[in-house]
């Protein structure tokens, strides 16, 4: 018998704000950071469970607390007792009758149930020494189906639906798990894109893109229509007629108009357009996809909750499901987001960046392949290449695509030495910056 | 030039999960609690500004941390220069380019930012001798649409469109205000209707409510069907015919099925059903309302800001819209959702109860009728006879009618006696109270 001996939480911030990495229309100066978890056992040959929550700088320390609050909640028993009931201690922690009405399901509370759960995750994958994506897809459909919470979704997708998808699955699996550990999943990038870039650079990095082999490239968009239109013109010079183009407005417009900017860009060829508007704007996202087809729309990264994921997929709303690692209540909910998009027949490509976002959203596009959707077709998973230095399993690329996560575990440990480094404000990195940062959060 | 001089928070926790009071199908045992925020000035001569976040318990101190988090953005300006600019200044808290990715526009960091709000608007309708509903009432509709974020919302109401109808709302705003102070707004009772209190105490209530002149009572229901039907066979008797009957699910139901669970209580006569399911399900409230016709839905005491409600509205999914004082982004979020209703002819029935809710909630009724529906026809506003005791300034009922707030200010502040002694955990209200609550949290 195992028990929990230490829930730790640490406040990890990076200054990237200095360099304008990760800027867009609304994210103007991000501090990719991380709200850090570490479940310890009290047996020392136990894993340790590590799990984070990305945030954009300010108010990682109340997420930090979110995270030890939530945590508070987990049954004081045996570990082996929870990673059995995966399903059944996650929905204690999100639907917690007092809690729940910070929440529910929504914002810093369901976020940091989210790291608690992908603690466990973690826990439960290094214990079976394999990565999470391969730990899911040895699973059983019932297993799988017993860690999910369908409420508020069974209009969309029943357990037995979910069952029937799992169990289709399963036919061919060792062949496609074998075929992702060859050949990989594709990738596409956004690191030449940010809004914040100058013209040379964007260009240089997309040119470099190309060279590496990326079957896209996406570009911010949303401060100036004739901004846009300048950088499309640029990027797609660049990269050719062969490499695809999207273009990412990060929620900057209106339900109304945003077809019109849209559409000024269409002569550019757009493979889709990311959050155009709100994410909270179903209708809204189903308005503008309608206004603008035959452009795509791809959403999802903000989306908080299956509710939400379920009722874009309803509404004939995203021709795209961008599931985010950190937003949602962890594994287990994604589980059910891509159940989702498999029953709507939309494709799921992953939102990555920030601070370890790749390395833990490539495990559901790997899993997706192997056991849900079982096509990589018109899939991509989303590449930044930042920060990756200070984790301790990186992503590896190959030739424009995510190589099949090996190590152990979620993928969300970072080095100690960076978490001590860049520990908010305390760290030795942030007092060597502390003079230009604060120069640059004051604008 | 007057300065905020401290921002100071109190987790302050009422012990109601012994008496089972505000018990539902969803929130079982909740501690009614106000993360209390006092904003001083340097100022003597200026008011203190109050505020809160209603919460059920757990997390109170967690949404304390989030209001010092939100109210260290507010600029180093005098407060002159933020009162005069409260539209300018709510936005750059709620849209604050880092912690914008904890939301964004929901859950904590949301409800915070509204405390913060209220907390000027507090002060500015202090330093008018004005209770809140009257300040709105005597801005001009300039003044009124400067304050509001109409980001995300102007597909369904444009700036121009909310001039017009605070522009129409000054035609007879004297004699409006002028009945309002003379007969008050109409009140409708949840206290009877806790899913935890026994059939006896619930009859006793009911009763008592007919008689204190209630026109409406409401009972929480979605625990069992049979148990649902006994109580509303119950309460019906109890009241007669003339007195109308809700019932509220807190979001317990799937949108698959909420219809044959609520088809079966129709023979009761249902005023309105109240939350059937997530509040995040805009299409599954949208579709349960086509189901059981003609019976009303209600809801969005949980639709998290203006573009939830925007969408509740669209879609045609409710009959009365439930705003509540502490969920959004403060006044000026609430004022952009009494115009989005006003807009869709869709009536405003506030949801309150909790501590204080019922204090902050009334004045956007009067204020309702004093400039935005020009109607009090087919609207009430909840009355939970609970907590009023630890309000410095207590709403007043009579005749099952609430009275027109006199004292300036929104009606936020606690006692500070209430306040030291259910601080939790060391005030002396919890000392006392330790054994016996650590018995029923732990059920």
Redesign the interface.
């Known amino acids: 018998m195992t028990f929990i001996s230490a829930i730790k939480t640490s406040d990890v911030r990076f200054p990237t704000s200095i360099d304008l990495d990760g800027s867009d229309a ?6 990719h950071s991380a709200a850090y978890l570490t479940l310890l056992t009290d047996d020392p040959e136990w894993p340790v469970g590590h799990a984070f929550v ?6 990682n ?3 930090c ?2 995270i030890e ?1 939530v945590a508070e ?1 987990l049954p004081a028993k045996p570990v082996e007792w929870m990673l059995e009931r995966l399903g059944e201690v996650s929905q204690n922690l999100i ?17 940091a149930a989210g790291a608690v759960i992908n603690a466990l995750w973690d826990i439960r994958a290094r214990r079976a020494g394999l990565p999470l994506w391969q730990l899911l897809a040895e699973m059983t459909p019932r297993e799988l189906v017993s860690v999910i919470d369908f ?2 979704i ?2 969309a997708l029943t357990e037995s639906q979910a069952l029937e998808i799992l169990e289709a699955g399963q036919h061919g699996k060792a062949e496609r798990i074998a075929e992702l550990k060859a050949t990989g999943y594709p990738a596409y990038t956004t690191g030449p894109g940010w809004l914040g870039y100058s013209d040379d650079k964007m260009q240089r990095l997309a040119a470099q893109a190309v060279a590496d082999g990326f079957s896209m490239v996406k570009l911010k968009v949303g401060g100036e229509l004739i901004d846009d239109r300048h950088r499309l013109e640029l990027a797609r010079k660049t990269i050719g007629e062969n490499v695809a183009l999207a273009i990412d407005a990060n ?1 900057r417009w ?4 945003a077809a019109a900017w849209i559409n000024e860009l269409a002569e550019f060829d757009i493979h889709w357009v990311e959050e155009p ?8 996202h189903a ?1 503008i996809r309608q206004e603008i087809a035959p452009i795509p729309v791809a959403t999802g990264e ?1 989306a ?2 299956r ?2 994921v ?2 874009l997929l ?2 004939e709303a995203i021709d795209y499901l961008q599931i985010d690692a950190t937003r949602v209540a962890g594994t287990s909910e994604n589980l059910a987001n891509l159940l989702l998009a498999a029953r709507f027949g939309v494709p799921v490509c992953p939102h990555a960046g920030g601070i370890g976002l790749c390395e833990l959203v490539q495990h559901f596009s790997f899993f997706d392949y192997a056991v849900v959707s079982q096509t990589r077709e018109n899939r991509m998973i989303e590449f930044v290449d930042h920060l990756h230095e200070h984790m301790a399993t990186p992503v590896r690329l190959n030739q424009g695509r995510y190589e099949a996560p090996s190590q152990p575990g979620t993928g969300a440990e970072i080095k100690p030495d960076s978490v001590t480094k860049w520990t908010y404000p305390v760290g030795a990195g942030w007092q060597r910056q502390q003079g230009s940062l604060r120069a640059t959060n004051e604008n």
Chains 1, 2 share one sequence.
């Open positions: 609304v994210n103007t100066n991000p501090d990305f945030t954009g700088g300010r108010g320390d109340l997420m607390r979110a609050t909640l639907h917690d009758s007092q809690l729940r009405w910070l929440g529910p399901e929504k914002g810093v509370t369901h976020m409420s508020h069974r209009d929620q209106e339900a109304d108009g508007t709100s994410p909270d704007d179903v209708l809204g308005r903000a908080h909750n509710i939400m379920k009722q309803q509404a």
